[in-house]
């Protein structure tokens, strides 16, 4: 065989050895392109697994300098060659999104351009205030704090819930939640209504009728309850005390409704003078409940609530020892030696106020 394709070849005029010889080199030079660009294309070139963040309104230059900047590119070169050929280059999507060690361009940019992101697990909790809370989502989320102070404070949206603006934290239920990163403030807040639809279920919404109570009354009252305490077990039997004051007409007389009224959580002792100011949450000076919750209750503490004890204490005051439990009454003059011992301590570590 080799024979006849030598003698054969010697046959050949020269131009068609030149012929011959340029078809070879030039399927080597193809083969070899087309090596090349599918190793471009199917090659491993993600260094190490990740979540990519793309701002909005971010082109494809800040992409390729966030994956540069994270090494995340082993050759950025074939990133940008492909890109190019999948006009991924001319849209890029916001979010954030987990890639994977050992993955190729074109997985890493099918899912770029799917625009299919991972969620981020949201956890908030022990929020008092709505500038806390929105600075604990702008951890979390792309929008700053100021985006979602104004967003929680706005009462166009509040009024479209059907909520005013003070009882507009009724719907914030603290959990851990898995949300997209480049979540508005606006659909945050349409999420968390979700959640609040959710979390009231007909069992939920029974026991508070039971008790008398509307969902906003449950979240108002638990808000307090949770200033008042962190022992669980005492939970439910603080909460009786205020549905029974409020079943009495009394006034809740709730410390924690001062210290918000005032700015100031961290008072110790709740002077005469602090009780004469002109606030909705004064629940010395106003009967009945404040406009809306003082804090954003946990789920434990709205629990508490509807499942409150039943009992006859009327009164309820720190144990002296600081332990964080209470002492209970049912009557004003039990209640105030039990004030007048913890007042003697206070005295005694020389706490004035």
């Not at 392109?33 to 990519?52: C, D, E």
């Not at 997209?180 to 659909?187: F, G, H, M, V």
């Not at 009224?261 to 008072?267: K, V």
Request: glycine fraction near 6%; proline fraction near 5%.
């Amino acid at each position: 065989m080799d024979l006849t394709i030598s003698s054969k070849w010697k046959t050949l005029p020269a131009w068609g050895k030149r012929s011959v010889v340029i078809v070879f080199v030039a399927l080597i030079i193809f083969g070899n392109w087309s090596y090349k660009r599918y190793n471009a294309v199917f090659r491993p070139n993600i260094r190490k697994s990740g979540m990519i963040y793309i701002p909005t309104g971010s082109g494809f230059e800040q992409l390729l300098d966030s994956l540069k900047r994270g090494q995340y590119l082993i050759d950025s070169k074939t990133f940008q060659w492909v890109a190019s050929r999948k006009n991924f280059d001319k849209k890029v999507q916001p979010g954030a999104y987990m890639i994977k060690k050992g993955w190729n361009n074109n997985q890493l940019i099918n899912l770029l351009r799917s625009g299919i992101q991972t969620p981020v697990k949201v956890t908030f909790n022990n929020i008092r205030l709505r500038e806390d809370l929105a600075g604990r989502l702008s951890h979390y989320l792309e929008p700053d704090s100021t985006q979602f102070y104004n967003a929680l404070n706005n009462e166009k949206i509040a009024t479209d819930m059907g909520l005013t603006c003070e009882s507009f934290p009724i719907i914030i239920i603290p959990n851990t939640y898995e949300i997209y990163w480049n979540t508005s403030p606006a659909e945050f807040i349409a999420r968390m209504k979700f959640e609040f639809d959710r979390f009231w279920s007909t069992d939920r919404k029974n026991k508070a009728a039971q008790w008398g109570l509307t969902p906003l009354q449950v979240v108002t009252i638990a808000s307090i309850v949770q200033e008042e305490s962190n022992k669980s077990d005492e939970k439910p039997r603080i909460a009786g005390v205020y549905i029974n004051r409020i079943k009495h007409g009394w006034p809740l007389q709730a410390d924690p409704t001062i210290k918000y009224a005032l700015g100031n959580f961290q008072l110790k002792r709740i002077l005469s003078k602090y009780l004469t100011i002109d606030s909705p949450y004064n629940t010395y000076k106003f009967a009945g409940l404040p406009p809306g919750p003082i804090n954003f209750p946990d789920i434990a503490s709205v629990d508490a609530v509807l499942n409150a004890e039943h009992h006859n204490y009327m009164y309820f005051c720190a144990k002296e020892d600081f332990s964080g439990h209470h002492n209970f009454a049912q009557t004003l003059a039990e209640h105030s030696r039990n004030a007048a011992r913890y007042q003697t301590a206070l005295n005694r570590i020389k706490i004035w106020k």
